[in-house]
Antibody, heavy 121, light 107 residues
Framework: QVQLQESGPGLVKPSQSLSLTCTVSGVSISSGAYYWSWVRQHPGKGLEWIGY???????YFNPSLKSRATMSIDTSKNQFSLKLNSVTVADTAVYYC?????????????WGQGTLVTVSS | IVLTQSPGTLSLSPGERATLSCRAS???????LAWYQQKPGQAPRLLMY???TRATGIPDRFSGGGSGTDFTLTISRLEPEDFAVYFC?????????FGLGTKVEIK
């Protein structure tokens, strides 16, 4: 079955970069039917969409991140990644990767379990 | 698009009917409206997409509807596993947005 798993450092210092990887199993990341997305959730708060990437490496981001975010995709490893530059304490959150079901216009139908990233010196 | 969910908390007993509201700040296509369920310590789970289509494996006690600016998620008879937080999401335009959630708690 489809599974997504986030990995990366749980602690990042302010002004540094946050890098996370999502490993996908059960479906090829090169499948044209899906995009691949990142969503974050600040502690005790709601959900914030970060952006998505297609296997062709086209990307689309939430403008609120002010160009701090980039995404990449490695089809050979069936992984996609998020990099967020110049982090502050406001970037402390649980980060989820998710599959975008483009065939149904874009709901997030499979999610990883999430990984907590804390920004602190 | 800002999504406003109400109520913030719904206190009900198992077996009761739950009606959750999601109001958009401007008219949106129902094609791009989803509902998710989130339990403590877990990732969100897709319940409904296209406002009224149940995702794979979602029981038929869950139903969704609405159009324009007003959408609802209804749980016809609450089961113990339904007590959770529910989010609506608009997945068109930029940025994609989520409501702040409705917590359905046991009365």
């Amino acid at each position: 079955q489809v599974q997504l798993q986030e990995s990366g450092p749980g602690l990042v210092k302010p002004s540094q970069s946050l890098s996370l990887t999502c490993t996908v199993s059960g479906v090829s990341i090169s499948s044209g039917a899906y995009y691949w997305s990142w969503v974050r959730q600040h502690p005790g708060k709601g959900l914030e969409w970060i952006g998505y990437i297609y296997y062709s490496e086209s990307t689309y981001f939430n403008p609120s991140l002010k160009s701090r975010a980039t995404m990449s995709i490695d089809t050979s490893k069936n992984q996609f990644s998020l990099k967020l530059n110049s982090v502050t304490v406001a970037d402390t959150a649980v980060y989820y990767c998710a599959r975008v079901d483009w065939g149904n216009y874009g709901p997030l139908d499979y999610w990883g379990q999430g990984t907590l990233v804390t920004v602190s010196s | 698009i800002v999504l406003t969910q109400s109520p913030g908390t719904l206190s009900l007993s198992p077996g009761e009917r739950a009606t959750l509201s999601c109001r958009a700040s401007q008219s949106i296509s129902s094609t791009y409206l989803a509902w998710y369920q989130q339990k403590p310590g877990q990732a969100p789970r897709l319940l409904m997409y296209g406002a009224s289509t149940r995702a794979t494996g979602i029981p038929d006690r869950f139903s969704g509807g609405g159009s324009g600016t007003d959408f609802t998620l209804t749980i016809s008879r609450l089961e113990p596993e339904d007590f959770a937080v529910y989010f609506c999401q608009h997945y068109a335009g930029s940025p994609w947005t989520f409501g702040l959630g409705t917590k359905v708690e046991i009365k």
